[in-house]
């Protein structure tokens, strides 16, 4: 069984947003633990509202891509549109950024409250580059 952690979050009804991700990610995967959800500036475009934040871990016998597409698929169910900024608002970002044990997105190296969800969802978890 793979074990990964999806961080979330929203700042477009962040509060709505972030409730349905944690209900279509806890019908498609195995929830095992979430970490608390707090507001976040943004960063790079600030004029928008701040985010709120979390993270999840899963239990999963899919693998990366697979998980990633269902990501995908919860995103565009909620309303995910792609077409605007990179960096400006948005209704729910799902990122899968551990993977068994491993970094694989470098978000993680950047930003302080995405380690602190990562370590309330895996306290053990050892940050090394």
Do not use: C
């Amino acid at each position: 069984m793979n074990k990964a952690v999806i961080a979330l979050g929203s700042n477009i009804a962040p509060r709505q947003n972030i409730k349905a991700a944690l209900e279509s990610i806890s019908k498609t995967f195995s929830l095992i633990k979430k970490s608390r959800f707090v507001f976040t500036e943004p960063i790079g475009y600030k004029d928008q509202p701040d985010f709120l934040n979390g993270a999840v871990l899963i239990e999963t016998a899919f693998g990366q891509a697979e998980i990633v597409a269902k990501l995908k698929a919860i995103e565009q169910k909620i309303g995910r549109r792609r077409d605007g900024r990179k960096d400006g608002p948005r209704r729910i970002d799902l990122d899968l950024v551990i993977w068994n044990g491993r970094i694989i997105d470098n978000d993680v190296y950047e930003r302080d409250f995405l380690r602190r969800s990562i370590r309330e969802v895996l306290p053990d978890f050892k940050f090394h580059q």
